[in-house]
């Protein structure tokens, strides 16, 4: 088996927008994500953030990707992790890791100085970031439909 981890290509989204959309409409998550949906979401990081978006493959076939921004905060820039997502058929192979090793490599060129994300804590993706050395914090994220 052949992985690489490279850049999001615009014309590859399509593809990742399937694996997407099955990751994010488990159980865990319990969302209601379509192909058009997922599109959007992953068109709406990309585009602002192609320099953050990587993809890894097996033998040349997209099978996740970890989705990434950059923002000013008042003592430098802070990397954040948008969505990081791998086949359900291909998780616990390692390449979770490599994508957000990447990442982090990536966020450190570009002298970013802390990466921040947010995690379902019920989810095994939580685990697997405590595992990868990222803390609970003071935040809590709040909500409000509308």
């Not at 097996?58 to 791998?86: P, R, V, W």
């Amino acid at each position: 088996m052949n992985q690489k981890i490279t850049l999001l290509k615009k014309k590859e989204i399509k593809e990742l927008a399937e694996i997407f959309k099955k990751s994010f409409s488990c159980s865990v998550y319990a969302e209601k994500w379509n192909t058009e949906n997922s599109i959007k979401r992953i068109t709406e990081v990309f585009e602002k953030n192609k320099e953050y978006c990587f993809i890894a493959k097996i033998d040349e076939q997209i099978i996740g990707a970890i989705l990434c921004s950059a923002y000013q905060h008042y003592n430098g820039k802070i990397g954040f992790i948008e969505e990081l997502f791998i086949s359900s058929k291909l998780q616990s192979k390692g390449l979770g890791t490599k994508l957000i090793e990447k990442a982090e490599q990536n966020f450190k060129q570009k002298r970013i100085i802390k990466t921040v994300l947010l995690a379902h804590t019920k989810a095994s993706a939580f685990k697997f970031y405590k595992k990868k050395g990222y803390q609970e914090n003071y935040l809590v994220q709040l909500e409000k439909e509308l």
